[in-house]
């Protein structure tokens, strides 16, 4: 019996604990692409509309977990409005009538 001669099929094993990468161009491909149920999850760049998806198997509940990400600028804080009391406002009111009536 010689086996050196026979090939014999053996599949690539996927590594445990990678992601997959594919590009899409909508949110609707990316919702619409297949979940590998042996990675960590796919994720879907879509660099038209800077987001990023990642879809994956949830084997807790049977389902395909959708997750968006989305680069935001930080809101720039809002300067505080300054008020006036009344007591200064009059204040101003008066040193204006009697800067015309001297004029």
């Known amino acids: 019996m010689n086996y050196y001669g026979q090939n014999y099929y053996q599949p690539m094993p996927q590594p ?3 992601f997959t990468c594919r590009a899409v161009t909508s949110r609707e491909e990316a919702m619409a692409a297949q979940t590998d149920y042996f990675s960590m999850g796919t994720v879907m760049p ?10 994956r198997f949830n084997s807790n509940t049977g389902s395909s977990d959708f997750l968006e990400f989305k680069y935001c600028q930080p809101e720039q804080p809002k300067p505080t409005p300054q008020y006036v009391t009344l007591e200064e ?7 204006l009538k009697g800067g015309a009536a001297s004029d």
Request: no cysteine; charged share 20%.
């Open 89 to 95: 406002f009059n204040a101003f009111k008066d040193s």
């Open 46 to 55: 879509d660099l038209a509309h800077g987001v990023i998806y990642l879809k």
């Open 16 to 18: 445990q604990g990678t």
